[in-house]
């Protein structure tokens, strides 16, 4: 499968951005997708998922009543919504899943989070 992200942007404190993750492919048998994101000199981390099998949901609690994770299966779409951004929401914003081992990764979607 091939996973392209979209939606980051530059956005003032306080403010909204929705971020996209379209799969090449129909995503079932895949393990959840989540998103994750990498701020300068920090290891990258998994802020949610969401299951290909029945949607269920999870979040980091640095994101938690903030950030909605949410799919599309007609369109094989995986859209993450982030309110309340703060400074420190500032990352490269990826979309991961794997299969059999093997992982798979959106190319990465700058968010900056600045007044």
């Known amino acids: 499968v091939q996973l392209q992200a979209s939606g980051g942007g530059l956005v003032q404190p306080g403010g909204s951005l929705r971020l996209s993750c379209v799969a090449s492919?129909?995503?079932?048998?895949?393990?959840?997708i989540g998103w994750w994101r990498q701020a300068p000199g920090k290891d990258r981390e998994r802020i949610s998922c969401?299951?290909?099998?029945?949607?269920?949901?999870r979040y980091a609690d640095s994101v938690k009543g903030r950030y909605t994770i949410s799919r599309d299966t007609a369109t094989n779409t995986v859209n993450l919504q982030m309110n309340s951004l703060r400074v420190e929401d500032t990352a490269v914003y990826y979309c991961h899943t794997s299969r059999l081992g093997r992982d798979y990764w959106g190319q990465g979607t700058l968010v900056t989070v600045s007044s």
């Open positions: 969401i299951s290909t099998s029945d949607g269920k949901t």
């Open positions: 492919e129909i995503t079932l048998g895949y393990n959840a």
